[in-house]
């Protein structure tokens, strides 16, 4: 036997828990099946205990608690990427916009440049390679390690607990998580490999930070700000091997220039040419990997993790009012200061313009928190903001499921509010901009009629289902708008404002026995331009402009059908409504629907719930023939379905996201 092999039979060897493979003593994960390894720390390796500093890496290898069947479990904020669905059309476009969330800070194209460098990182891309993660897998009830290394003006902080993150009852490694954002393209772009590059230095925590750092990027404007560091923090457990995936990748940029340097005892890699003092810069040591935007930002978060400052996030006020109260068994946290966010917004903008930005909603609601846990479900996430001035928010909450009834099970998606009018009013009243240019109420700007109206008191909803019969050509999706119509009169009255205001030609029909209206509009077509040859010779002549032709088309089909409002996208999708109050199966009947609405907090104002499952059938139901549809990852095809609810009140915004995995 020769001497190589010798020396691995005398390194020491713990068993997996999970699946019983012999891995290195001192693996903070399996090579296997990516579960955490310990379940009690190992004395820390030399280069660990080494550190001089004031501030050293923490355990990478505590095992935290597995979530279980009968514990209380917390909620925690999130939105699923955009799920692609048909364009709302004609009425069905009522409050389709995006529900009032907090801004957060636009990536500078330096930082993604930065994280394609050191996709060494690449667990980076369970908080920047996906929107979900970045939104949802946060930081643990430890994110105070990691908040002690980032300024306390910070004003986007996020971190999560891989070690926490491995340990649920949904059989989820961290191979699974790093899959579904894509590792793969992400290290093979910075010429790394996940289990050797990366896996054998790899610590517990990541965060991922924005803060000021006093470099000058460039004229500001509304999307770039002010002088916005950003910083990725992962821990590591083994310097040396940190330190040459560090290398390897910022070495393998094509042309990109690299110079090294220590601050700090840290080793500084500057990427770029020296005349750029925006350009990004990794740094490597004292157990911390630093991925930063510029020079600047990066010797902010080693100024920190060293001693040199003590001026951290994790003693600022804000911070901890945002996480105090947040569920201690979470792996995720997030904050947001949204104060701070506008004011840079507001410092960026042409005069005229920054009254606009100066929204009341800031002020009322100046920092969020937000966090992410494992549940019996799958995923709650949560994201939480506490007013602290008074605010007229009137009373949003109630019927959210009652309209679900009037849905076809297996809906791709429904969204329903329960109370309209009062919804777009507090919408507009905290965030005055988004009504309108000059503010205002939108609705009635937008449809010619008042969200005051008494007939937008009432529960509305919108769903996207799919048609019998489609196919490949015709996918056959339909949409509906509902709205309940407890006086039917003033909803008719309502519907005709609308039709004004939208230039629609009405006319009236019956469908499957109910009377009905359709609504047309017009729109243009129009011939390509003519160009005949020049009498007598074979020259093109002088181009003809085209003639635009008006032409109707059907913007949707109106009835009342058991005292709720219907306006479909066609006949067929008013009669598959009609159908489900006639017996046939509803969305409200639905399994999945009612465990997860079942679950989700009370007095919501807005629920939101989309069925991926029927949405990933339907996709590869309908490709065309030859057409290559896209490949699911494991852990995607087990999401089956999402709820999102949001609860808006004077004293709290929220927004709850259960995700559930089968």
């Known amino acids: 036997m020769d001497a190589g092999s010798q020396s691995n039979e005398a390194m020491p060897q713990a068993l997996c828990p999970s699946c019983g493979l012999a891995v290195a003593a001192d693996a903070a994960f399996c090579p296997n099946c990516g579960r955490a390894i310990y379940a009690t720390p190992p004395t820390p390796t030399a280069s660990f205990a080494a550190a001089s500093s004031a501030l050293t890496a923490p355990d990478a290898f505590d095992a935290p608690t597995v979530v279980g069947a009968s514990e209380s479990i917390a909620t ?8 692609q669905l048909p364009a709302a059309t004609g009425m069905t476009s009522l409050g389709a916009g995006a529900t009032l969330t907090p801004a957060h800070p636009v990536r500078s194209h330096r930082l993604r440049t930065l994280t394609a460098v050191v996709s060494t990182l690449v667990v980076l891309a369970l908080i920047g390679g996906s929107s979900f993660w970045l939104y949802t897998a946060f930081a643990s009830s430890s994110e105070q390690v990691t908040a002690k290394l980032v300024p306390q003006n910070t004003i986007l902080f996020a971190s999560v607990d891989l070690t926490a993150a491995a340990n649920n009852n949904h059989k989820l490694t961290l191979d699974d998580l790093a899959q579904a954002v894509g590792v793969d393209s992400i290290v093979t772009a910075s010429h790394l490999n996940w289990n050797t590059d990366i896996k054998p230095w790899l610590g517990r925590y990541i965060a991922i930070a924005a803060f000021p750092d006093g470099t000058a990027r460039g004229t500001p404007s509304v999307t770039s700000p002010t002088a916005f560091g950003e910083a990725l923090i992962i821990q590591s457990r083994d310097t040396s091997a940190a330190q040459a995936a560090v290398s ?36 490597v040591g ?12 990066a010797q902010a978060v080693i100024d920190r ?24 068994n979470r792996f995720g946290t997030l904050y947001v200061n949204i104060r701070a966010y506008v004011d840079a917004l507001i410092a960026a903008a042409p005069g005229a313009t920054q009254a606009a930005l100066n929204v009341p909603f800031a002020d009322t609601y100046p920092v969020a928190g937000g966090d992410l846990v494992w549940t019996d479900t799958g995923l709650r996430a949560q994201l939480t903001l506490n007013a602290v001035k008074s605010a007229s928010i009137p009373n949003l909450a109630g019927d959210t499921s009652g309209l679900a009834s009037f849905v076809p099970t297996g809906a791709l998606s429904y969204v329903s509010v329960a109370n309209m009018g009062a919804l777009v009013r507090a919408a507009y009243s905290q965030v005055p ?27 509305a909803a919108m769903a996207t289902f799919a048609l019998p019969g489609a196919t490949a050509s015709q996918p056959g999706t339909a949409s509906v708008t509902l709205l ?34 359709e609504a047309y509009a017009t729109g243009y077509t129009y011939t ?7 009498k007598g010779t074979s020259k093109p002549g002088i181009a003809k402009q085209p003639t635009p032709k008006p032409q109707q088309y059907l913007a949707g089909v109106a009835a009342t059908v058991n005292g709720v409002f219907v306006f479909a996208s066609s006949t067929a999708a008013l009669d598959a409504v009609i159908q489900v109050t006639r017996g046939t199966a509803s969305l409200g009947q639905s399994a999945d629907f009612q465990q997860l609405i079942g679950q989700a907090p009370g007095n919501s104002a807005l629920v ?20 290559r549809t896209p490949t699911a990852t494991a852990l995607m095809n087990r999401v089956k379905a999402m709820l999102l609810t949001f609860t808006w009140s004077a004293q709290q915004n929220q927004t709850t996201v259960d995700i559930k995995i089968v």
């Open 76 to 83: 925690s904020g999130a939105n699923w990427p955009g799920l």
């Open 248 to 283: 390897k990748a910022a070495h393998a940029q094509h042309g990109a220039s690299v110079s090294s340097s220590s601050y700090h005892g840290y080793t500084l890699c500057q990427m770029g040419p020296a005349s750029d003092t925006a350009r990004p810069a990794l740094a």
């Open 286 to 297: 004292n157990g911390w990997v630093i991925a930063a935007s510029s020079t600047a930002a």
């Open 305 to 328: 993790a060293t001693g040199a400052s003590s001026d951290a996030l994790s003693g600022s006020p804000s911070f901890q009012d945002a996480v105090s109260n947040l569920p201690s």
């Open 433 to 459: 901009a988004a009504a309108s240019a000059t503010a205002g109420d939108p609705l009635q700007k937008t449809y010619g009629v008042s969200s005051s109206d008494p007939a937008l008191q009432q529960p």
């Open 484 to 517: 309940r119509a407890p006086d039917t009169t003033a909803t008719q009255t309502l519907f005709k404002k609308i039709a004004t205001k939208s230039n629609w030609t009405l006319k009236a029909t019956t469908v499957d026995g109910i009377a009905a209206t």
């Open 528 to 534: 390509p331009p003519v160009t005949p040859p020049t």
């Open 608 to 627: 939101e719930y989309t069925n991926l499952a029927a949405s990933r059938a339907l996709a590869q139901q309908h490709a065309p023939k030859g057409a």
